[in-house]
């Protein structure tokens, strides 16, 4: 077939049936991805001895949040290189290659042995596992998000591009149940002799799978029938648009701090600072996890019906004027439900933001430069508030001014209604309908 054919048949309307195929082949590799970032921190505390000299089990905890910190720094160079692959070469091929690096980390984790067997080279293994992870982390939010959005049809991209945030939830609550299985079934001695081992075997062989099913996925039109390769670098080209980018950090700022807040923090917050149990936050957690993955494409559909700005501005508004009340509220509260029901309420705030960021940020770069764009400026404003969200809320609680990590996000969130009420609607004004 020659070029011209092939960008004709790339061209052809895709029926609901292929758009599905493909949205779900490109969803399930996301969430094997996520499961494999959060199952390193859920088993953390049984793995740390492995890789570190035996002694204060503190210290070893410490060595092992270091290296998971280090993952989350090779976040935005992940985002910088696979969103040049991706607007290179292709959304597909640049998936493919985020899930293979994410099943060769997971692999690593596993299978290597213990410092008692190899001394120092076991803590090298992990931290190359882990900047593996990083990069693979990083390279798939920008190149799902393009994908997503750009496989959708116009009617239903809020929708279909949700789920994104279904399957990163998702991978959560899955590392989270794989986390309570082996809990129950192996002794604490087990877990740590061996059996931390599992989850990442699982990972590693999930995402075989995932490649698997991302080879059958079709590449996108905006992609396929773009014009000629430009003659600047791509970062030059990005450069070129400084208020989306600027749009795009902006907008993150506030949403993703408020995300990290009322999941990944939150387990702690309710031990630490609301004195509940362990099982009773981790139930809370998981609870309020699952409903909130719930959320997600019924606000990305509404998105499709009245626009994304107002679903962005009524999370910035309520965001602003609930986050104090909310967080004040459940360091007072002394029941199961009272708990789940402020966190809930939170989460349903945040889900005007989760639900629909992705495809926003597709819509405001052309074709050429669109992975790049969405991936680089988001995972570095990922790293700088989602990533030091529990460090800032812990060192604020260490000073005796907790409130004051509550008027941090609270500030940051209203930066972020700023940029709402004053960008343009991304669902009349997509660059995505333009191209």
């Known amino acids: 077939m020659d070029s011209a054919s092939a960008v004709s048949a790339s061209a052809a309307p895709r029926t609901t049936s292929q758009r599905i195929k493909s949205i779900f082949s490109g969803s399930v590799g996301n969430l094997v991805e996520w499961y494999d970032w959060y199952v390193y921190a859920a088993f953390s505390l049984y793995f740390a001895k492995a890789f570190f000299p035996q002694g204060d089990m503190t210290a070893q905890l410490l060595n092992t949040a270091a290296i ?5 720094l090779m976040r935005p160079i992940g985002g910088w ?8 070469k292709g959304r597909k091929a640049a998936l493919l290659a985020s899930v293979l690096l994410m099943c060769f980390g997971s692999l690593i ?14 803590p090298i293994l992990l931290v190359l596992a882990r900047l593996l992870q990083g990069l693979s982390v990083g390279g798939e939010y920008g190149t799902s998000a393009t994908y997503l959005s750009e496989m959708a049809n116009k009617e239903q991209r809020g929708f279909f ?42 990972g590693a062989l999930c995402a075989v799978v995932a490649m698997f099913l991302r080879r059958g996925m079709e590449e996108t039109e905006s992609f396929s029938t773009k014009k000629e390769e430009p003659k600047e670098s791509l ?9 989306e980018v600027l749009t795009v950090v902006g907008l993150t700022m506030g949403g993703t701090l408020a995300f990290y807040t009322y999941t990944t923090y939150m387990q702690k917050y309710l031990v630490n600072t609301v004195g509940m149990s362990k099982n009773d936050s ?16 019924i606000v990305g559909a509404l998105s499709d019906k009245i626009g994304r700005r107002p679903i962005l501005i009524a999370f910035g508004v309520l965001g602003t004027v609930f986050t104090y009340p909310i967080l004040s509220t459940l360091h007072t509260i002394d029941t199961w439900w009272g708990a789940f029901f402020l966190i809930m309420a939170a989460l349903v705030i945040v889900s005007g933001y989760t639900s629909i960021n992705a495809v926003v940020k597709a819509e405001l770069f052309p074709t050429e430069i669109r992975a790049l764009g969405v991936g680089l400026p988001y ?3 990922v790293s700088i508030f989602g990533g030091t969200a529990e460090y800032v809320a812990l060192w604020f609680k260490s000073i005796g001014m907790e409130s004051g990590f509550y008027w941090y996000v609270t500030a940051c969130i209203a930066c972020s209604l700023l940029v709402y009420v004053t960008m ?8 995505i309908t333009t191209d």
Not at 68 to 72: I, K, L, N, Q, Y
Not at 109 to 117: D, K, Q
């Open 68 to 72: 998971f910190a280090v993952g989350f």
């Open 81 to 88: 290189l696979m969103g040049i692959y991706a607007d290179r």
């Open 235 to 243: 970062m030059r080209s990005l450069m070129r648009h400084p208020k």
């Open 161 to 202: 591009s949700s789920f994104q945030y279904v399957t990163l939830i998702s991978g959560q609550l899955i590392a989270l149940a794989v986390l309570i299985v082996l809990q129950q079934t192996l002794t604490v001695e087990q877990l740590e002799s061996w059996g931390w081992r599992i989850p990442f075997f699982i």
């Open 379 to 381: 995972a570095l404003t």
């Open 109 to 122: 984790i596993a299978l290597t042995p213990s410092y008692e067997t190899i001394g120092v080279g076991a």
């Open 424 to 431: 343009k609607d991304t669902q009349k004004h997509s660059k």
């Open 282 to 297: 981790t139930m809370i957690s998981a609870a309020t996890l699952f409903l909130f993955m719930l959320l997600q494409p």
